[in-house]
């Protein structure tokens, strides 16, 4: 068995299993914690493919925004891990079915293009960037999906914030019109205090 399928073997076996514990366990720290370890094990995947791009890309995004989010969320709400676990063994049959029917559609897509799938990764020439060959990629052949992505993140980010300010509570935001006319006399209160002197 050679070096690069064992390390293949090893990473796979650590990302199946991490994916595992952040489905089964119960606590939502933990959860996010294997994730965070999925998340390094696949970028470990991607470099064995020669993608370092992704891979980086991937340590970046996930492990160092997004994952981080969630953790700082799942740890600062208060979260009642004993109601959580009420209605976990009820889930388990849909769980499992939903589960299955994975399994068989990732199954029948990778039989159907085994045969055509080398057992090497290609060598690539010298000089190749990974980052070069994405942007090509990402600004001529994709570049509809990629301002359609764009428009989706920009539609969620105005979607939040119109459900942040949904009702007409008080909050700390000012009024420009407002702001305009007011007067440092009326802000500022000049006090005279006496001296002070030590005996």
């Known amino acids: 068995m050679e070096f690069r399928t064992l390390v293949f073997y090893f990473l796979a076996t650590i990302l199946i299993f991490a994916s595992l514990l952040v489905v089964t366990l119960r606590n939502p720290v933990h ?15 991607w470099i064995l493919l020669q993608a370092e791009f992704l891979a980086i890309a991937l340590i970046l995004v996930y ?4 994952m981080v989010l969630f953790l700082f969320v799942v740890m ?5 891990l004993d109601r959580l676990r009420e209605g976990f ?16 559609e990732m199954s029948l897509v990778l039989s159907a293009y085994w045969e055509a799938l080398e057992s ?10 990974n980052v ?7 600004f001529t052949e994709y570049v ?20 942040t300010l949904r009702s007409k509570r008080k909050t700390k935001s000012v009024d420009p019109s407002q702001q305009v006319f007011v007067k ?16």
Do not use: C, H
């Open 31 to 45: 959860a996010a914690l294997n994730l965070v370890l999925a998340f390094f094990t696949a970028s470990g995947l």
């Open 63 to 66: 492990v160092g925004a997004v």
């Open 76 to 80: 600062l709400l208060d979260i009642d």
């Open 89 to 104: 063994w009820s889930y388990l049959p849909l769980g499992a079915l939903v589960a299955l029917l994975v399994v068989a």
């Open 120 to 129: 090497d990764v290609p060598q690539v020439e010298v000089g190749y960037s």
């Open 132 to 138: 070069q060959a994405v942007g090509r990629l990402l």
């Open 144 to 163: 509809y999906p990629f301002e359609l992505a764009s428009v989706v993140l920009l539609i969620g980010i105005v979607a939040a914030v119109a459900l």
């Open 184 to 199: 440092a006399k009326d802000r500022v209160r000049l006090v005279q205090m006496a001296a002070e002197k030590d005996d």
